[in-house]
């Protein structure tokens, strides 16, 4: 036996030939078994289910993620807001009547705390209220994040308060 060719066996038909041998004639017959009808299973009744939860996870991880980042942001504006309301209260406790400084008494000129204070919440942009009350003076200011992944579903802005007090010089002492 040469090198390079093979023995058949004998009654096989090689297939090369076996091939052209199920393309020839017309008269063949179609397969039966690929013309019948297939019956639902289990797995027909859940073809799409990883999509479904595909698309419901994605909604679930963006809900949280807005969650987080808008919150956050909304927590930031909150701090930069009672900063605002702590130098305003400052700023307003720091106004004395000079007449009564000059007499010896320290006390606070409410009219004066009261537009320092407000000064104060203009220049910086921020909101609030200014209450005087003998040596203190009570701030609070308030505003609203608007929320940026949220805004989605429907939830526009967070809104945050923040109060702080302030206290002159001869309240201190007390």
Do not use: W
């Not at 009808?37 to 994605?58: H, P, Y």
């Not at 701030?139 to 308060?161: D, H, M, W």
């Amino acid at each position: 036996m040469c090198r390079g060719t093979r023995r058949r066996r004998p009654g096989r038909v090689s297939r090369y030939q076996e091939v052209h041998l199920r393309r020839r004639g017309a008269d063949r017959e179609p397969p039966g078994q690929l013309m019948t009808t297939r019956t639902a299973t289990v797995q027909d009744e859940e073809r799409g289910a990883a999509s479904l939860i595909l698309v419901l996870f994605t909604i679930a991880l963006l809900t949280v993620a807005g969650v987080v980042i808008d919150t956050g942001y909304a927590m930031a504006a909150k701090r930069q807001a009672i900063h605002h309301a702590e130098q305003a209260a400052r700023m307003g406790a720091d106004a004395l009547n000079r007449g009564a400084l000059r007499d010896g008494v320290t006390q606070v000129d409410p009219t004066r705390a009261k537009n320092k204070a407000e000064a104060y919440l203009s220049l910086v942009g921020a909101t609030g209220t200014v209450a005087v009350n003998g040596g203190e003076v009570t701030v609070t200011v308030t505003g609203k994040q608007n929320t940026k992944i949220l805004s989605a579903v429907g939830i526009g802005a967070i809104p945050f308060a923040a109060t702080a007090t302030g206290l002159s010089i001869n309240q201190d002492a007390n």
